[in-house]
């Protein structure tokens, strides 16, 4: 069963009358329903594409927030081969809303690593709703420090609202896990390609994508808060985040734009989530790609390419 979005209600109806048409002509062969069936499909299709051609940020928001859109087991499990998961930061605990380890992406050995949401309820309480704690961002530390020491191109695929606010994680130093993950992200002398296959929320989010190139999703979002956050803050409204989506910049087009992300990745007509398939496979082949690039490049001047890019972001503002 499909799950529609509010702003999708005209291709929900129109994809119903399929579905009733189609199970028509199941029960009785004899009525010839494929004139009709094709003619709904297609007004479907263009009814999809121009709702999509035209998303609001706030629109945006929702579909990547969409409960159906793959996750960072769906991408392990498309693009990856030998996986093999490493846990616990070695100081405090294990933290499953980070995730990661080596493995062999098309041929070449990686360390790929991402936030994970999970899909249902009993996942979603085990990933935290893919809110890091400190330990998460430790463990990240390790597994990257890892990944120099045995050259090996690092993945992040980021999808979190944000690192998770609780006591417990703010008396553990919170901010300082972040701050040395990020700076740790800065140093790393192999090559950092992110991709923001979801949201992207504040330092949670840039703990793991200080990266060489960093890409986004087409509707994907990549924030320094919620909207919603956002909107308690400035205006004491959580209710205003239509507002605050509006106005604070946060999807993939802006962000190009201002210079933030290098690549947008072009997702199915409807969202990731009506063909996840080939929004994955999309997704490795821009991968690849960049890869592919840092081949002829020496550790310093993959380090010092990273620097540069971020030292550049604002400067023609």
Known sequence: M????????????LERKV?????????????????????????ARKALETTYAKLTPWQKTRVARHEDRPHFTNYIQELFEDFTPLAGDRYFAEDCA??????????RAV?????????????????????ARPEGYRKAVRLMELAEKFSLPVITLVDTAGAYPGIGAEERGQSEAIARSTDCCLGLKVPVITVVIGEGGSGGAVAIATANKVMMLEHSIYTVASP???????WRDSDR??????????????????GVIDRIIIEPIGGAHRDPERAMQDTGDEIESILDDFEKMSP???RDQRHEKFMAIGRTL
């Open 2 to 13: 499909r799950t529609y979005l509010d702003f999708e209600k005209p291709v929900a109806e």
């Open 19 to 43: 579905s009733e048409l189609r199970a028509l002509a199941d029960e009785d062969e004899s009525v010839s329903v494929s004139d009709e069936i094709d003619a709904l499909e297609e007004k």
């Open 98 to 107: 980070i995730l990661g380890g080596p493995a062999r992406f098309r041929g």
């Open 111 to 131: 360390l790929v690593m991402g936030h994970e949401k999970g899909s249902d309820t009993k996942s979603r309480v085990s990933h935290n709703f893919g809110m």
């Open 228 to 234: 919603e956050a956002a909107a308690s803050i400035l």
């Open 241 to 258: 985040a239509i507002d605050a989506a509006t106005n604070m910049k946060i999807t993939a087009q802006d962000l190009y734009g201002l």
């Open 300 to 302: 310093d001047e993959i």
